[in-house]
């Protein structure tokens, strides 16, 4: 008799998340408020060590996932569980990186790296030794009592970096962080943030625009249609990384094309319905555009 061994739970899942913020809705009136769905039904399990990455166009509601995972602000319905716990808040069960490094400047490298481990209640000696341990992992053992404003962009990011890993989370959440740097910059820190991820085994979901940069870096990239976010697919990444130029590699070039054509598809569909729908409605829809930031829309409320 064949028993079948069960599949492990897995570290996140996404129950059917809808996310809805309140919004002014333009040519109503003083004081009107209309609904604007930022995701909707975004439905998705998240092995354990997994190296997620989330592509979709801008407005998609990509920073919102990221948010809710983050506990700072909470799904309209459906939920999100870590470890088969539904995340109610933020926690130091998880890490946030940012596009923005949000270094305190009056602080070293090291200071900026023990600040979550405070938070913890972390002795003096153990705090020191745990951020020069993680410093030297992202490569800055040299620069510990350096201030923020005497680092580069790349090195304020590996601080950032540090800071989130040195407190150990379950999973690490990365919203755009390489986007305000150069490509060279760039290329180098996601090869370092490969490294790190395969020396720490920890979960990573990490936000994009960039397709190269899904492809380059992700296990399975999820993609995101345009707004309100739904989950479109995810596609499986079977690349070979041990080379000198991956993304020269026809393999790379093919993945690429596929997530690029699935964004596509969904683009022009958008596309046509908003056409559509803008021959329909009232010259004052209240709809707001696209590229007002989820962010902003919360903070909208007010």
Known sequence: MTTTTPSPPPKLRFEHVHKEFSVRAAGRGRGARTAFTALDDFTLDVPAGEFLTVVGPSGCGKSTLLDLLGGLTRPTSGRILLDGEPITGPGLDRGVVFQQYALLPWRTARANVEFGLQAKGVGRKERAALADEHLEL?????????????LSGGMKQRVAIARSLAFDPEVLLMDEPFAALDAQTRESLQDELLRIWRATGKTIVF????IDEAVYLGQRVAIMTPR???LQTVRTIDLDRSGDDVRSTARFGRLRHEIWSALHADATSTAASAATSAATSDAGDPTPAADVSPRELEASRA
């Open 207 to 210: 936000i994009t625009h960039g």
């Open 138 to 150: 992202v490569g800055l053992a040299g620069f510990a009592d350096r201030y923020p404003h005497e």
């Open 228 to 230: 309100p976010g739904r």
